[in-house]
């Protein structure tokens, strides 16, 4: 059964491999120079340039939102018995297509507690209110929102080294906001 899974996740991890490929080489695009006096192009030179990353970004998002859930199917060919086929299909063993990106299981959800994975969900964190990125508080908290809590923090500041031996420092505080999700 080993055996299995790794020829499994070999094929699916091919599969994404080819994908990224194809995302940059679908969207490369050519650029030619004139070269001549006074641009009378006497002589043309042309390149083929990789697309800008917002692009291929752009193209690969679209791929993973089509993404299709697929499952191992044991054929009874010999040399190779495994292939993956789609998973909710309404024809039976039907392969996916060269173009499309593929997964074996749905990514778990880690805005909710999940015992069996030992995730502890996003209730409680801290989260960055100004971020747009994974820290924020937008995106952390999954919709639910967040709590302001105010507070007071205080540290020492100011630290001076007398002779001979001691250290006195004053002692500094600023008022502040966390940020925990819901």
């Known amino acids: 059964m080993l ?19 194809e995302a940059v080489k679908d969207n490369l695009h050519k650029e030619c120079k004139c070269h001549g006096v006074s641009g009378s192009c006497t002589l043309k030179t042309c390149w083929t340039t990789l697309p800008d990353f917002r692009r291929i970004g752009d193209a690969l998002y679209r791929r993973y939102k089509r993404a ?21 299909s309404k024809r039976p063993h039907r392969k996916p297509r060269r173009s499309h990106l593929v997964y074996l299981e749905k990514s778990p959800n880690y805005c909710d507690p999940d015992p069996s994975t030992g995730s502890l969900g996003t209730a409680g964190r801290s989260c960055n209110r100004s971020s747009q990125a994974s820290e924020g508080c937008d995106l952390m908290c999954c919709g639910r929102g967040y709590n302001t809590h105010q507070y007071t923090r205080e540290w020492q500041c100011s630290c001076k080294f007398h002779w001979c031996c001691h250290v006195e420092c004053e002692l500094c505080s600023e008022r502040t906001e966390q940020y925990t999700c819901k």
């Open 3 to 21: 055996l299995v899974v790794r020829c499994l996740c070999v094929g699916v991890s091919r599969g994404k491999a080819r994908d990224d490929g």
């Open 68 to 88: 299709k859930l697929v499952e191992g199917y044991m054929g009874s060919r010999l040399r190779r018995p495994i292939s993956l086929v789609l998973k909710r």
